[in-house]
């Protein structure tokens, strides 16, 4: 079954420290892997994908299918960073995305 | 391009009464998708659809139906509604295939149920 955790609700950060987002998940197949973000008022929207390996407004993340984990990082956060944050995972071709619970990221001045 | 459209922004419904939640996309768009979005539970699948006149059941459906006569449109129904229903929920769209399956959100339709 497919499955998406992350077990932060909350992260508080200081503005210019590191950030690091967890997600785990579970899924039988070859599995794609996307962060999106929600800021205030705004429409959920796509921060990135595992398949692009980019890097958007300083994010990245590294899909290590041993550990099944694709954790969001910043060297350096800044406070129009804070946002809700969800970690999404859909089967091969696209179909039935499933999505974290999300986490909460305030980055504090 | 208008997007992933959703209407009405709010609704208010006392608990058994039922509605139709509308979502349109101009974006000729094969997938379509339907998720509630509840505090700590994240966003979570309703009812998805991969093309008109097929649809299949995502990880909360009951109490839901949809429909998918048109490429466009991808209606969510509530046919009895509880106040368990009391949620934001959010329709989607995304082309198909790998690699290309950003999902494309609507604003959103704040539900309360009575």
């Known amino acids: 079954a497919q499955r998406v955790t992350q077990p932060e609700k909350l992260l508080s950060v200081f503005k210019g420290a590191p950030v690091e987002l967890k997600c785990n998940y579970s899924?039988?197949?070859?599995?794609?892997l996307f962060w999106y973000v929600q800021y205030s008022r705004q429409r959920l929207q796509l921060l990135l994908r595992h398949i692009s390996r980019e890097s958007i407004k300083g994010f990245t993340a590294d899909l290590n299918k041993g550990e099944t984990s694709f954790h969001l990082k910043k060297p350096f956060a800044q406070e129009e960073d804070s946002a809700m944050y969800y970690c999404a995972l859909s089967n091969t071709g696209g179909f039935k995305t499933i999505f974290g619970a999300g986490t909460r990221l305030f980055v504090k001045a | 391009n208008a997007g992933v459209t959703q209407t009405p922004k709010f609704q208010v419904l006392k608990t058994g009464q039922s509605m139709t939640l509308q979502c349109a996309q101009d974006m000729n768009h094969e997938y379509m998708s339907w998720y509630r979005q509840d505090p700590g539970m994240g966003l979570r699948l309703i009812h998805y659809?991969?093309?008109?006149?097929?649809?299949d059941q995502g990880e909360v459906p009951n109490g839901y139906n949809v429909s998918r006569s048109t490429t466009e449109d991808f209606p969510l129904r509530l046919l009895s509604a509880a106040p368990s229903q009391t949620s934001v929920y959010f329709c989607?769209?995304?082309?198909?295939?790998?690699?290309?399956?950003?999902?494309?959100f609507g604003p959103g339709t704040r539900l309360t149920v009575l």
């Open positions: 899924y039988s197949g070859s599995p794609e």
């Open positions: 659809s991969v093309g008109a006149g097929i649809t």
């Open positions: 989607a769209s995304s082309s198909v295939g790998q690699g290309s399956n950003e999902q494309f």
